[in-house]
């Protein structure tokens, strides 16, 4: 092939690529067409918030439960004789909302739906609170003075178990804890 005959493709090629890649930028949405945070809810004092399998969302408030359907009604959740109620309005009670797990190990699972919290009062542990909003102590974790954060573990690592982490002294502990309530360290 001559030459000139190359100059000339390579020119075509160079052309369409540059062709192609000013559609490609101009095909991307602009910063008016990005999803934006807009104000839905007022709720003062959230410390965490957690979203239902059939998409209604739990929130704790100021040492508080409500449940929030997707249409934004809100309504107290787990706060008769037997809910839940945290030891002050602005304990940091994280909580996180399990799926259906069976844990490997002790061959039981959790329930679907049901809501795990820290509860920070002494001694330091954890509350189940069922669908239907009624709160039992799960499980008291010794050795730590406070806790300050729980997870559940989705993929199997820790035996599909709540991880919760405490410190005492400095240090902290991670607890997996299984569907039977008892902790390892």
Do not use: K
Not at 109 to 114: C, K, Q, T
Request: net charge negative; glycine share 10%.
């Amino acid at each position: 092939m001559p030459a000139s005959t190359t100059r000339r493709l390579v020119r075509v090629l160079v052309a369409v690529c540059v062709a192609l890649a000013a559609a490609c930028v101009a095909a991307l949405p602009t910063a008016a067409d990005q999803p934006a945070w807009a104000p839905w809810q007022r709720i003062p004092g959230v410390v965490d918030v957690g979203a239902r399998a059939d998409g209604s969302l739990v929130v704790m408030a100021a040492g508080r439960l409500f449940s929030v359907s997707p249409s934004g009604a809100m309504n107290s959740f787990a706060q008769g004789s037997d809910g839940y109620v945290a030891g002050s309005a602005d304990a940091e009670s994280y909580f996180v909302l399990v799926p259906a797990l069976t844990v490997d190990a002790s061959a039981c699972s959790f329930e679907d739906g049901d809501l795990f919290l820290l509860d920070l009062t002494s001694p330091p542990g954890i509350v189940r609170v069922d669908p239907a909003g009624h709160a039992t102590r799960f499980t008291t974790l010794a050795g730590v003075d406070t806790l300050g954060g729980i997870a559940i573990d989705t993929t199997g690592g820790f035996g599909h178990r709540l991880l919760v982490t405490g410190t005492h002294a400095n240090q902290t502990t991670v607890f997996a804890i299984d569907c039977q309530a008892r902790a390892r360290r």
